[in-house]
């Protein structure tokens, strides 16, 4: 327990505060004011909350798969071209997820720079599902990224040497000494990543669109409600919905991520 | 089992350009920080890769930049020991040793064997952080022979380590490089360590090999001037040799019969030196003269005297043991007479 | 290096504080604070221009959005003046809560179809053909609730048609047209005034629906200076701006409190 001098605690326990209330406030005000029961009920909430948890796991999968290479190969060279690729990276954290939604048309769209060969190709990807996950990978992928490469680039590479001349290959290497050693900057930057996605607006608005069942997500159908007669109340009864549903979530994917047993 | 490199290259901005050669014997590749020596084992194992030359291992090439040959570091068969050991944290003792060899009864049997020669019996379900620096050394050395390797590369393992440890370590590895018949290749910038352990020692400064030879030949007959500062000399002067005979500091000195004439760097260790009392009736013999002693550091088992010349002389420092320096009585008399035979000159030609 | 990341802490710190007490000092005194549904956001500007040539020291502050959640600002105690909606509704729906003092309709608007002037599409059975993609509002959102009523007028096969060409039910009008203007859909269903704003661009004409009422409200914050701006843009000064944009005015003095 603190002591009695330690009375700057206050400030981080008040910080807490500052993000605690108001989440105790919506979940309040929802309960109260809005129809949760009635939007439990509706299955336009089902099937937002399905595609919702549906995208994001599919985006973050994909971060995974294709930004843990790209986040070692950068932590890994010391050229500027390096340096200058993880700045890139960053920049989607900086648009507002409107224009990342606009850029995103800029080259997957029907007159984008890859349109044309896109449509030759019979792939049509605006206003899909697979366009959800392209737009939510596009904001959310830089979370995990950056994790990723802060946590292989803090590792010693000497223990990488000692493996090779030990007779490991690479890939053995990478996945029985370099993954357990970088594992909780992964695990951290995949919740960041996972919970960006999923609550992602702006960009899959403009490239997927927002149609029930296939490209609304929950934090479209909780725009759509506020836009709506069901006004405030509706859009806060989904709101808590989502809420819920991501918390419980989120726990779960910490638990199954948080590295077991001590090892410094 | 030989281990020869010739081999140039750069790091960033250091370029280095080696040559050394070991047999089954342990090498000492020693230098201050900076000079090279972990660049050059890391080029020798494959983490680095030098611009030119050729490594062999055990009567196998290895790397030859002309042929194009590179083997990769999980085929050198060689052992590499670090500083800071990095033994993996996440693995127990049993599954770090035993990462690299299948699972076999070879592999296991020759862990057996380590085991009891290295003192780890009941370490294998421990994780590293629980195991001491010194266990945490040996289990390092264990891993790196555990695999039937062909060299075993060190860089500095002992320099965590106390006095007492370090002194049980270095007497564990001479045995094993008894035992297991190949070359170690050992960095140290510590003196004493170097001349403790080696057979053969290469002197590195710089990003190259100044002098590489056996042990006593390098300590004794060091073939620059570089060599003999590296290697503790701390008695050095310039002077130009004519039949045998050199003046410093117009003091003339008899130098051993080597023949060697022209601008040649003199020096003579310390602990050569001979200390007599001053007595203004004695007539002293050659290659003597008197100093004054102007400052002294007790060392406790050594004292290191150092002095000025009172009249024609140099300034020498030195080291005298304790029973000697009681007996001379050197506290309370500060003018003595300093001998340098010249059977302990050291005579390295300038270039 | 540690000096200048000290340093460059404190900057970040300084600007940082900086930066919320810029926001929380932005509310000006003495401007009219209109609401102002999205639709209007081309045309308002050059209305409040043309007020403020007549009555020189008239400051605004307008804000743009959809009438849905505009009226539910409102509601929740938004500072606003003046409400100019895109559908009487959202007027009623705050004159029973007793947020509105005086209130106007001043110009009507009509749903129409917008497609890229060099469409093949002629008129509103194009719509029905397979391969055309249609981004509409959703049906809470005026112009959604406008184009429903225009569909449900239509031949029930085409109706049917037409909805599988949706590709979208988009939050507010500005987004729909946003698809049309970025090319990812071949047709939209907007208002005659959104067409009147972009270039190579024709409308359909939609039957069946009634023009869109655009109603004006003074709140019940309001004053003088809001009820004399609503009078102007009810007003015949203001009628060739209006017309200009492709608004009908409605010069009708009518919902006087």
């Known amino acids: 327990m603190p002591s009695r001098n330690q009375w700057w605690i206050l400030l981080p326990a008040l910080f807490g505060v500052f993000f605690l209330l108001p989440l105790l406030g919506l979940v309040w005000f929802g309960l109260t004011d809005g129809d949760v029961a009635s939007e439990l009920r509706s299955s336009n909430t089902w099937d937002a909350l399905r595609l919702s948890v549906l995208t994001a796991t599919m985006t973050l999968m994909l971060a995974i798969v294709l930004g843990t290479p790209l986040a070692y190969l950068l932590a890994a060279s010391e050229a500027g071209w390096a340096r200058l690729t993880a700045t890139l990276l960053d920049l989607p954290l900086v648009l507002p997820p409107v224009v990342s939604g606009i850029a995103l048309l800029t080259v997957f769209g029907r007159r984008g ?129 989502l809420v819920a549903f991501a918390l419980v979530l989120m726990l779960l994917l910490h638990r199954a991520t948080t590295p077991s047993g001590a090892y410094r | 089992m030989t281990l020869r490199a010739g081999f140039s290259g750069h790091a960033g901005d250091f370029a280095y350009d080696v040559a050394i050669e070991a047999e089954n014997e342990l090498l000492v590749l020693y230098g201050h920080s900076g000079a090279g020596k972990t660049i050059t084992l890391r080029t020798i194992a494959g983490l680095a890769r030098p611009d030119a030359g050729t490594i062999e291992i055990g009567g196998r090439m290895v790397f030859d930049h002309a042929s194009g040959i590179d083997e990769p570091p999980q085929r050198r068969r060689a052992g590499y020991v670090v500083q800071e050991v990095a033994l993996f944290p996440h693995l127990t003792v049993e599954r770090n040793v035993l990462i690299g060899v299948e699972d076999s009864g070879d592999a296991r049997a020759r862990w ?14 421990r994780r590293p952080h629980e195991l001491s620096g010194g266990q945490q050394q040996r289990v390092a050395l264990a891993r790196a022979l555990v695999r039937p390797v062909e060299v075993l590369l060190l860089d500095e393992p002992f320099s965590a380590l106390d006095d007492a440890l370090r002194a049980d370590l270095r007497a564990e590895l001479k045995r094993l490089q008894r035992d297991f018949g190949i070359p170690i290749v050992f960095v140290t910038h510590d003196l004493r360590e170097a001349h403790l352990l080696a057979d053969s020692v290469a002197v590195m400064d710089q990003g190259r090999v100044m002098q590489l030879g056996a042990r006593d030949e390098v300590f004794q007959h060091p073939t620059e001037r570089r060599v003999a500062e590296l290697t503790g000399v701390r008695n050095l002067f310039e002077g130009h040799a004519t039949g045998g005979r050199v003046i410093v500091d117009g003091l003339e000195l008899a130098l051993p019969a080597n023949g060697v004439d022209g601008p040649v760097d003199l020096g003579i260790r310390s602990e050569r030196c001979i200390l007599r009392r001053f007595d203004p009736d004695d007539s002293p013999p050659g290659n003597c003269f008197v100093g004054r002693l102007v400052e002294e550091l007790a060392f406790g088992n050594t004292h290191t005297l150092r002095f000025e010349p009172d009249g024609v002389g140099l300034r020498v420092e030195v080291e005298v043991a304790a029973r000697p320096y009681e007996v001379l009585g050197v506290a309370g008399r500060d003018r003595w007479v300093i001998e340098l035979p010249p059977e302990d000159l050291l005579v390295m030609p300038r270039k | 290096m540690n000096a200048a990341f000290r340093g460059l802490r404190s900057l970040l710190f300084v600007v940082a504080a900086a930066a919320v007490l810029a926001s929380a000092c932005g509310e000006g005194d003495g401007s009219v604070r209109v609401f102002a549904a999205s639709s209007l956001q081309d045309v308002l500007p050059k209305l409040l221009g043309a007020y403020a040539e007549t009555d020189e020291g008239a400051r605004f502050e307008v804000q743009y959005g959809g009438s849905q959640s505009l009226a539910t600002q409102i509601e929740l105690g938004a500072d606003a003046d003046l409400f100019l909606s895109a559908n009487a509704a959202q007027i009623e729906r705050l004159e029973v809560e007793d947020h509105i003092e005086w209130q106007i309709s001043f110009v009507s608007n009509c749903l129409v179809i917008a497609v890229d002037e060099d469409s093949s599409i002629a008129t509103i059975d194009g719509l029905g053909a397979s391969g055309v993609r249609i981004a509409l509002g959703a049906s809470d959102v005026p112009v959604g609730a406008l184009t429903d009523l225009a569909l449900a007028m239509l031949d029930p096969s085409l109706a049917e048609a037409i909805r599988a060409n949706v590709v979208t039910e988009d939050p507010n009008v500005r987004v729909v047209l946003s698809r049309l203007e970025l090319g990812e859909v071949e047709a939209v269903f907007v208002y005659s005034t959104d067409v009147a704003v972009l270039e190579d661009v024709r409308a359909i004409e939609v039957g069946g629906v009634e023009p869109n009422v655009y109603v004006g409200g003074v709140t019940s914050e309001g004053g003088d200076a809001a009820a004399s701006l609503l009078a102007f843009l009810a007003g015949h000064e203001a009628v060739p701006i209006w017309e200009a944009a492709g608004f009908e005015p409605l010069n009708v003095a009518v919902g006087a409190r």
């Open chain 2, 112 to 125: 057996g064997q380590l085991r009891d020669a290295l003192h780890l019996d009941g370490f294998d379900a």
């Open chain 1, 113 to 241: 720079y890859l349109g044309d060969p896109l449509a030759d190709a019979g792939i049509g990807l605006s206003f899909t599902t697979a366009a959800v996950v392209i737009a939510q990978l596009f904001v959310a992928a830089p979370y995990y990224v950056r994790a990723a490469y802060a946590g292989f680039a803090a590792m010693d590479p000497r223990f990488e040497g000692v493996a090779y001349t030990l007779g490991l290959s690479r890939w053995r290497t990478f996945r029985t000494v370099t993954l357990p050693l970088v594992w909780p900057a992964l695990a951290g930057g995949a919740v960041l990543c996972w919970a960006r996605a999923l609550g992602e607006l702006g960009a899959t608005l403009l490239f997927a669109g927002s149609l029930p069942g296939r490209t609304q997500t929950m934090p479209l159908a909780i725009l759509s409600a506020f836009e709506s007669s069901a006004g405030l109340a509706g859009a806060v009864s989904i709101a808590v919905i």
